[in-house]
């Protein structure tokens, strides 16, 4: 072996041999300087290409390997060394790089750019010309390791060309570069030597440049990742510990795994802005005088609740005004108020099941009194209290226990908030009567008690059974006033189940977990990713319970990095739709809370959304198909409103089907129709509402109720007859409102049954009150699958405005001058004084007429009631189809 001590390695590498540049070129060398910077993942340790003095790289022999002098077009040396010494025999050429720093990295890469010559163009050099070159290293701590033996390098790999070029490449200037990178490691001294040996090839080196790859600082969910070198080996994961930016605090430890490549990946935990503090652009803002934040969890500074103020940045709480209070217990966000008790509460008639109250309105009550909540409980069961709502200042509140005493407390509304509570009142009931109590009516008193008891029991035990602590409804009862139960802070009733609003629940994790089934992540299988929801991607694939059969599922994720918020919402739709147990709404199978990523899984619809489905399939179901579409919404609808559930956001998009053409209503987000609706827009109110597909009230001053539902559910039956046509089109939000307002409704889809049409219009009544309810849309829509002849009857094709709306009005009003002449003109006018006497003294009012108002006025004859039924009914359509004079 050579040894490559002593006078070989000193002289720089030679000038170059006269016709030796043919084998460079030369045009490329300038072109190098501007390819492409190094990614900002790769930090450089040396790049020949950027030295603009002398590299110091040694050529043994000295006339083996040399250095090409020339210059770019700036004058700048271009460092390129060439060999070819391919007619020559036993060839030996090293070159030998100056020291590199490592600079602290473990593994290094090198980028070579280099030409070499294919022997086939050498005619006589076949013999011994070479194709490939060999690199090494030598780690050493220092400068002093260059006078090392050959064979104390270690090699690297043997390089050979990706492209080799020939004379006639040359002539037509194309120019072949070859690049080739190679990776060393783990390295553990501070630096080394790089060598490149020749035997026998015809090679230019034009470029060498090594480098080492970095994770480049970064902040993620408010921590800062420092730039870390990334690990020796090629598939190591590093992982990194993220530090609080300032002014923020860690919610859960912030974590990032380094990759080799240099990519950061696996964001875990996350950092929170502290209290008087925001997050904006990856940093936490100071909340501004008259804004605050209560905590880390809420997501941005609020401005102070009215009667409250704050002169100092960064408040994490608004004092109140003068005057004006808040109680200890009521949270930061709560409105300050001026107390207004009520003082003097009266007690009216007392029954052995009820009490009536009245009351004095107070003598400040600072602004208009909007309602009063009164509060009562018995005496001594403070836990269990109910609270009416009214607007007038007497209730009764019945259904209490014979000779039992209740206490009540009542406090008064205003635009400023709650005022305090009065102070207690304490009532008795009347005892049971002491005639019933002979010994005669003992055994009914008995049976009474007995039954009442067992009911009570059974309702008990039921409640228990359910795992539910609650339950809410409405009684019957003045629609002025509003009656809910509370039991441990919670609203139940017994008997009816109904919907439980999730924010009832101060620790939202408890809901989820009362109404959703924890599923094990490992039962899970995602197979594919089939669209984008509002927090994470949804996916299909597979669950398998123990003992059960596999199932195909829907799996909702959320997104890495979300906010306590966003967590909290995400599950909010699980809490609500475990609730729910019905054919047409989307089935939930259970939630991972336990693992990440959260997920929310749910049956699987193999036909997607409805709106995105029936563009697909337009004009491909017949009718009969569209209307068991229509009808199995209805009843999913009827269900949710019958459980006292509004949905606001009802339309096709939200819509899912199956293979079997079964629709299920889905997507019961909590902050849904504020948030994650692409269609939902902001109201000048505030609110951010899905305009098109929303009833006015709701628009207006946000009246959502199952009224508001009907409504949309009239527009999803357009959209459905229509094969998902947009609602309104292409018309603007604001144009929408006016012509609504106006009076003005979608007109009928082509192809559409004149009863369908009939039933939305029907549902986009202005008086919410006259809109059918979900019951009467079901049953319509049955009778009509029953009888398929009555969809026979299309909306009159010549009547049909294809992109204009039509003006509605009233069924009739201007058909007959009077509710007389029109009972007259079907034979039935003895009834006109019946319904004049009744209030129904005009065609309008004649319009909302019911079977069951006509047997309450005395229409008892069937032939009779249907006579006048149908005459409406055939107004209706009429009106629809144009051929009555509006
Ligand atoms: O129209 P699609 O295919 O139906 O695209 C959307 C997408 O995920 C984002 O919401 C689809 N999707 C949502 N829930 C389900 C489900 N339970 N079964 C099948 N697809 C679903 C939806």
New binding site residues.
């Given amino acids: 072996m050579e040894p490559l001590g002593g006078g070989g390695w000193t002289g720089h590498a030679g000038a170059p041999a006269p016709g030796w540049t043919y084998l460079l070129p030369l045009l490329l060398c300038a072109a190098l300087r501007s390819l492409l910077a190094s990614p900002s993942s790769e930090v450089n340790l040396l790049d020949s290409r950027t030295v603009m003095g002398d590299l110091g790289w040694i050529a043994y022999p000295k006339n083996g390997w040399e250095e090409i002098g020339e210059v770019d077009e700036n004058y700048a040396p271009i460092h390129t060394y060439q060999v070819c010494k391919v007619m020559e025999q036993n060839q030996n050429n090293w070159l030998l790089t100056s020291w590199i720093s490592n600079e602290g990295a473990s593994r290094i890469f090198i980028e070579l750019k280099f030409t070499l010559r294919d022997c086939n163009s050498l005619p006589g050099g076949l013999g011994t010309c070479k194709e490939t070159f060999n690199m090494y290293y030598f780690e050493s701590d220092d400068e002093d390791g260059r006078n090392i033996k050959e064979n104390q390098y270690i090699k690297i790999d043997t390089i050979a060309a990706d492209e080799s070029f020939t004379e006639l490449d040359l002539g037509d200037r194309v120019m072949k570069l070859n690049t080739e990178v190679r990776d060393v490691g783990p390295l553990t001294k501070k630096g080394f030597y790089l060598a490149f040996q020749d035997v026998g090839a015809c090679i230019a080196l034009v470029s060498v440049r090594v480098y080492y790859k970095k994770c480049p600082s970064v902040i993620r969910n408010l921590a800062r990742f420092p730039d870390t070198i990334t690990g020796a080996d090629s598939s190591q994961l590093l992982e990194v510990s993220g530090i609080c930016v300032d002014h923020s605090v860690t919610d859960e430890a912030p974590k990032m795994h380094c990759s080799a490549e240099g990519e950061w990946l696996v964001p875990i935990g996350k950092c929170l802005c502290k209290a008087g503090y925001e997050e904006k652009n990856n940093t936490c803002q100071v909340c501004r005088p008259g804004f605050f934040k209560a905590s880390p969890h809420s997501p941005s500074c609020s401005k102070c609740p009215p009667h409250s103020y704050t002169l100092d940045e960064a408040s994490t709480s608004c004092l109140c005004e003068e005057h004006y209070f808040r109680k200890e217990s009521d949270p930061p966000t709560m409105a300050c108020t001026t107390p207004s008790p009520v003082s003097s509460v009266k007690k009216g008639k007392i029954t052995k099941n009820s009490i009536s109250l009245s009351w004095q309105e107070p003598d400040r009550p600072n602004g208009i009194i909007l309602e009063y909540e009164i509060k009562y409980f018995e005496k001594d069961q403070e836990m269990s209290y109910t609270i009416i709502k009214s607007k007038e200042t007497t209730i009764t509140a019945d259904s209490l226990k014979p000779g039992s005493a209740y206490v009540f407390q009542i406090r008064a509304r205003t635009a400023a908030g709650y005022g305090g509570f009065s102070r207690r009142f304490e009532f008795e009931t009347s005892p049971v009567s002491v005639a019933a109590s002979s010994d005669q009516s003992q055994i009914p008193i008995i049976v009474v008690s007995v039954t009442v008891g067992v009911i009570l029991l059974a309702v008990v035990i039921g409640f228990l059974l359910s795992g539910r602590r609650c339950g809410y409804s409405k009684a019957k009862q003045d629609p002025e006033e509003e009656k809910m139960h509370f039991h441990n802070g919670h609203i139940k009733l017994p008997g009816v189940r109904t919907y439980i609003d999730p924010h009832t629940y101060e620790d939202p994790n408890q809901a989820v977990h009362e109404f959703a089934k924890e599923i094990e992540a490992s039962c899970i299988t995602i197979e594919r990713v089939?669209?984008?929801?509002e927090f994470g991607e949804?996916c299909?694939g597979r669950l398998k319970l123990q003992g059960k059969r596999e199932l195909p599922v829907?799996i909702k994720t959320l997104k890495v990095g979300y906010t306590e918020k966003q967590r909290r919402d995400f599950l909010g739709e699980a809490s609500i739709m475990g609730q729910f147990d019905h054919p047409n709404i989307?089935h939930l199978e259970g939630v991972v809370t336990k693992n990440k990523p959260v997920m929310i899984v749910?049956?699987?619809?193999e036909n997607?959304?409805l709106d995105?489905f029936l563009k697909k399939n337009d004009g491909q179901f017949t009718v009969i198909q569209l209307v068991g579409m229509l009808r199995g919404i209805a009843s999913g609808m009827k269900y949710l409103s019958d459980m006292g559930y509004v949905h606001r956001d009802l339309a096709a998009r939200n819509i899912?089907i199956n293979s079997n053409l079964v629709c299920k209503v889905?997507d019961f987000g909590l902050s849904r129709v504020l948030e994650d609706d692409p269609e939902a827009a902001y109201t000048t109110r505030g609110g951010k509402i899905p305009i098109r597909w929303t009833a006015l009230e709701a628009i207006a001053f946000r009246k959502f109720t199952s009224a508001s539902d009907v409504w949309s559910y009239g527009i999803v039956m357009w959209e459905v007859m229509s094969y998902g046509e947009r609602p309104y089109w292409e018309m603007t939000n604001q144009d929408v409102i006016k012509a609504v307002e106006e009076g003005y409704r979608l007109p009928s889809p082509m192809d559409c049954p004149a009863a369908l049409y009939q039933l939305m219009l029907d549902c986009w009544q202005k008086d919410r009150n006259s809109r059918p309810k979900f019951d009467e849309i079901v049953s319509m829509l049955d009778k009509l699958i029953r009888n398929p002849s009555s969809l026979k009857t299309l909306v009159n094709a010549s009547s049909r405005v294809s992109n204009l709306l039509v003006e509605h009005s009233p069924v009739g009003s201007s058909t007959y001058r009077s509710v007389g002449e029109w009972l007259e003109a079907i034979k039935m006018g003895r009834y006109t004084e019946i319904f004049m006497e009744n209030g129904y003294s005009s065609m309008d009012a004649v319009a909302q007429v019911t079977i069951e108002d006509l047997r309450r006025l005395g229409v008892t004859l069937v032939g009779h009631q249907k006579k006048i039924m149908n005459s409406l009914q055939e107004m209706k359509v009429q009106l629809v189809n144009g051929m009555m004079p509006l």
Avoid: D, P, R
């Fill in positions: 089939i669209g984008a929801g949804v299909s829907a989307i749910t049956e699987y619809m997607g959304s995105t899912l889905s």
